[in-house]
């Protein structure tokens, strides 16, 4: 009778890790990952939605995939990357995201990435690059 108990209990804690931890959330898609590691803004806009919110640096607003491709890759351009390492994945009421730490060649990052999957695709709606002191 004890062991069923205890088969019982063990049942019910993997039940609730499994829905609530890493395994039900989403993971940024490694190519998003690639992509920002490289410096590569071509391959990121390919997850870029039709529109993105853009947060870098002194620039915010709404742009279009290609004009976003563009102010992204001045930003690589100026900044080579050095690492990229994600400290955080998760999900919100609609979207997923992803915060993360930019390293580069002039300065150190935050990088807050939200997406949403659209037919099976990850769709980036929102980027946010701010300068980020360890």
Known sequence: MRSKKIYFFIVIILHFFINTSVFSQEV?????????????????AVFFNVNIELFL???EDVYSKAQA????????????????????????????????NLETS??????????????????????????YNK
């Open 106 to 131: 002039v300065n150190n990052f935050r990088v807050y990435i939200s997406y949403k999957k659209i037919k099976g695709k990850a769709l980036i709606n929102q980027l946010n690059i701010s300068e």
């Open 28 to 44: 940024l898609p490694k190519e998003v990952k690639n992509a920002v590691a490289s410096g590569s803004s071509k391959e990121l």
């Open 57 to 59: 640096l002194n620039k």
């Open 69 to 100: 491709q563009l102010i992204v890759k001045d930003f690589f351009h100026k900044n080579k990357p050095h690492s990229f390492i994600i400290i955080q994945e998760g999900k919100s009421a609609d979207s997923n995201y992803a915060i993360c």
